[in-house]
């Protein structure tokens, strides 16, 4: 991590945080025929302040196994959140391993509110960076045959609002067109890292060359890169990016070659600290960055905003405001940019 990053985290962690309790409390949203969203806020409180964080793991049942470790008392931040990541936050094993660094995401998260509230500090001043208006773009399903409907019908409630869409074997040479003419498609994200979910999408070179072909401004995220995809996608390796594969620097490291850009979801990293890292490391080596959701039902959309306002505005950022996720989004939603909502003191987002 840079001087600057580095000694902000250190600065942060070591200021000292009361915690009297933490409260918990679960969101539900119904968003499709067998499927509720649940998420659970995590709010620990002390000196008449309240800090909050939500975790975001996508099986219900997980939340039901919620357990955190001792976080009563005086103690730094730094020391809480060292407390937090060797604990086991689940009282049975979590339907998918990467919801532990969700869980984890949702407690730091919420330890570095009350810590900077319970200083009258801004995250935005602890990082020493101003916050901007952020860009957003709409991720959208295309329905079942897919169709360009959906994304006409936003144009035509919000002109000039941008997309990150999920390609699918329907997809055709005349939609992929079709979507083009729109010049609205930010983002194509080929779900190639999802393994037992309804959004799992099988590498199909055809369908990959197809869509880069067709769609030559568009990101082209998280394909999977088997022999028979590999010198399909190669002469647009400079506009691919990944997702799902990222939870640490080391992971960027991995990567099967440089990459312009990646996609961030800062509850994939677990880790405040790790994600400030990442920050730090693609700013050195010149990659690209845009914020992604979790489809948050709560304060934890405030925090990826608040963290795209900071460190990449303008990028075509899946941080949409929440009641675009609802079946069929209507008039009068904020457009984009964002204006700028970071609170004046703690880890807070707001907006009208």
């Given at each position: 991590m840079s001087a600057s990053l580095l000694t902000a985290w250190e600065r942060l962690a070591e200021r000292t945080v009361e915690i009297e309790g933490v409260e918990l409390q679960r969101l539900e949203q119904a968003v499709s025929t067998g499927f509720t969203r649940v998420t659970t806020l995590i709010k620990p409180f002390g000196r008449g302040e309240e800090g909050v964080g939500e975790d975001v793991?996508?099986?219900?049942?997980?939340?039901?196994?919620?357990?955190?470790?001792?976080?009563?008392?005086?103690?730094?931040?730094?020391?809480?959140?060292?407390?937090?990541?060797?604990?086991?936050?689940?009282t049975e094993k979590p339907g998918m391993d990467v919801a532990r660094n969700y869980r984890r995401w949702a407690v730091e998260s919420a330890l570095v509110?009350?810590?900077?509230?319970?200083?009258?500090?801004?995250?935005?001043?602890?990082?020493?960076?101003?916050?901007?208006?952020?860009?957003?773009?709409?991720?959208?399903?295309?329905?079942?045959?897919?169709?360009?409907?959906?994304?006409?019908?936003?144009?035509?409630?919000?002109?000039?609002?941008?997309?990150?869409?999920?390609?699918?074997?329907d997809w055709t040479d005349e939609l992929i067109a079709e979507l083009f003419k729109t010049g609205a498609v930010a983002v194509a994200d080929l779900k190639g890292f999802y393994r037992g979910t309804p959004v799992d999408l099988p590498a199909d070179p055809d369908l990959y060359g197809r869509v880069?072909?067709?769609?030559?401004?568009?990101?082209?995220?998280?394909?999977?890169l088997t022999p028979e995809v590999w010198p399909v996608l190669e002469p647009h390796f400079d506009?691919?990016?990944?997702?799902?594969?990222?939870?640490?620097?080391?992971?960027?490291?991995?990567?099967?070659?440089?990459?312009?850009?990646?996609?961030?979801k800062p509850s994939r990293f677990g880790s405040v600290e790790e994600l400030l890292r990442f920050y730090d490391h693609c700013e050195q080596h010149g990659i690209e960055l845009y914020g992604g959701g979790q489809f948050e039902l709560g304060p934890?959309?405030?925090?990826?905003?608040?963290?795209?306002?900071?460190?990449?505005?303008?990028?075509?950022?899946?941080?949409?405001?929440?009641?675009?996720?609802?079946?069929?989004?209507?008039?009068?939603?904020?457009?984009?940019?964002?204006?700028?909502?970071?609170?004046?003191?703690?880890?807070r987002w707001s907006q009208a």
């Open positions: 793991s996508y099986n219900a049942e997980d939340h039901d196994h919620l357990t955190l470790p001792d976080l009563t008392g005086t103690a730094t931040l730094g020391e809480l959140c060292e407390r937090v990541g060797a604990a086991d936050l689940f509110d009350l810590t900077l509230r319970q200083h009258g500090l801004s995250f935005a001043q602890a990082v020493d960076r101003e916050p901007k208006p952020v860009t957003f773009v709409v991720s959208t399903r295309l329905g079942d045959p897919s169709t360009a409907t959906p994304v006409r019908r936003l144009l035509e409630l919000y002109p000039g609002l941008r997309f990150k869409l999920d390609p699918a074997l880069a072909e067709g769609l030559p401004g568009a990101w082209i995220e998280d394909p999977d506009r691919v990016t990944w997702d799902a594969p990222i939870h640490s620097v080391r992971d960027v490291e991995k990567l099967p070659f440089p990459v312009k850009c990646l996609n961030v934890g959309r405030g925090h990826i905003q608040y963290l795209a306002s900071l460190f990449h505005p303008d990028s075509p950022n899946d941080v949409a405001p929440g009641a675009f996720n609802e079946p069929e989004p209507g008039a009068g939603l904020p457009t984009s940019p964002l204006p700028v909502g970071a609170a004046p003191t703690g880890f």
